[in-house]
């Protein structure tokens, strides 16, 4: 069965700082992977995606990702941390024939001044 | 382009009655998807509708729950009677054809008393 694994539950870094959330997943095949942000009272927002090609995607709000096929890893980084980015972040994946999408459990990303 | 739709925002309800969500995809999507949060767990999938039928409803958690899309338009999502395990985030998600991206809406925050 296909599971994602977020180990981060909560991370807290400051303003200005680089970001790496971690994401690991369990599929048999090559999935499509996926990062969604959900800001406080607001729904999930697609970050970005990877299907096939390129291994570093980028998305928006300056995030990118790197497919790493060795490790069955998907993090998401940013280079310079702001305080709007204080949100819940998912990854997911979706198997081949894209129907349900499998959720990590979520990183609770706080901002500190 | 309107995203997807879902109404109520919050419900709180007494145990046993009945609740029914709604959602409203984006214009031409003919996928509809449902999925759900449970406090402190991962968002799960319900089911997925393509048009009005019912593609595949493996993760209804029993029959109390009741998914609908008349006409292939809107989705009415309806618990009866609600229990307390129920209480959590409903989130709707639409895509225009299998194997695309699928876009969510702000979710349902239901709380069962």
């Known amino acids: 069965a296909q599971s994602v694994t977020q180990p981060d539950i909560h991370i807290t870094v400051s303003e200005g700082a680089s970001l790496e959330l971690r994401c690991n997943y369990s599929?048999?095949?090559?999935?499509?992977l996926f990062w969604y942000v959900q800001s406080p009272g607001q729904g999930l927002q697609l970050l970005l995606k990877y299907f096939s090609g390129d291994t570093l995607v980028q998305g928006i709000k300056g995030f990118e990702a790197e497919f790493k096929r060795s490790q069955s890893s998907f993090n998401l980084r940013k280079p310079s941390v702001h305080w709007s980015d204080a949100a819940e972040y998912f990854c997911?994946?979706?198997?081949?024939?894209?129907?349900?999408?499998?959720f990590g459990t979520g990183t609770k990303l706080q901002v500190i001044p | 382009e309107a995203g997807v739709t879902q109404f109520p925002s919050h419900s709180v309800i007494e145990k046993g009655q009945t609740v029914t969500l709604r959602c409203d995809p984006i214009s031409g999507h003919d996928n509809l998807y449902w999925y759900r949060r449970v406090m402190g767990k991962e968002i799960k999938f319900l089911l997925h509708?393509?048009?009005?039928?019912?593609?595949?409803e493996s993760g209804m958690p029993n029959n109390r729950f009741l998914a609908e899309r008349t006409g292939g338009t809107y989705s009415t999502l309806k618990v009866q009677p609600a229990e307390l395990e129920d209480s959590g985030v409903y989130f709707c998600?639409?895509?225009?054809?299998?194997?695309?991206?699928?876009?969510f809406g702000p979710g349902t925050r239901l709380l069962v008393l």
């Open positions: 509708f393509v048009k009005e039928s019912k593609q595949d």
């Open positions: 998600a639409s895509s225009p054809g299998q194997g695309e991206t699928q876009y």
């Open positions: 599929y048999g095949a090559t999935p499509y």
């Open positions: 997911a994946l979706v198997s081949g024939g894209y129907q349900k999408v499998t």
